[in-house]
């Protein structure tokens, strides 16, 4: 039996921040809606992370929904640390990168959020909360959306 949090799936996305000009990619499946009027985003963050450390200094962000195109990269932006790996370059290099709306995001993506922190709270846990506001949003396609359970069916995660 799974557990409770694993019984529904729930896309994929990876959150794009940036510092000094450097980009960072993450995987992140806490994220939610939390708003519609402004539209909001709640995504949780895990302490000591690259991605942790950006948000704390320049928390306008970028968060992508990914395809099922994108779970190759799942180990490269989930499991690695960005204090050990230089992703933006290693995803330069392989051409996956455009520029929307001034964020480095991945090209095959299924949708895009442009984001600005409104809030953010420790829980307490081995994550902090991150609430933004949606700037801006454009989505690509609405169908073959890297969802937890793809991840766990190829077995990219345990």
């Known amino acids: 039996m799974r557990r409770p949090w694993n019984i529904i799936d729930s896309p994929v996305y990876s959150l794009s921040t940036c510092l000094d000009g450097v980009t960072n990619m993450n995987i992140c499946t806490y994220v ?40 190759s990269l799942v180990r490269k932006l989930g499991k690695q640390s960005g204090r050990n790996v230089d992703k933006h370059s290693w995803l330069k290099k392989k051409d996956l990168l455009i520029t929307w709306k001034e964020h480095q995001v991945l090209n095959n993506a299924c949708a895009y959020l442009e984001l600005e922190l409104i809030d953010r709270f420790e829980t307490g846990g081995d994550h902090e909360i991150f609430c933004f506001q949606v700037n801006a949003s454009k989505t690509l396609h609405e169908s073959n959306i890297l969802m937890f359970q793809n991840l766990v069916d190829a077995k990219i995660i345990l």
């Open 32 to 71: 939610t809606a939390i708003s519609m009027k402004p539209k909001q985003y709640m995504i949780a963050v895990y302490y000591g992370t690259r991605t942790h450390d950006i948000l704390t200094k320049n928390a306008n962000c970028a968060l992508q929904l990914l395809s099922n195109e994108n779970a």
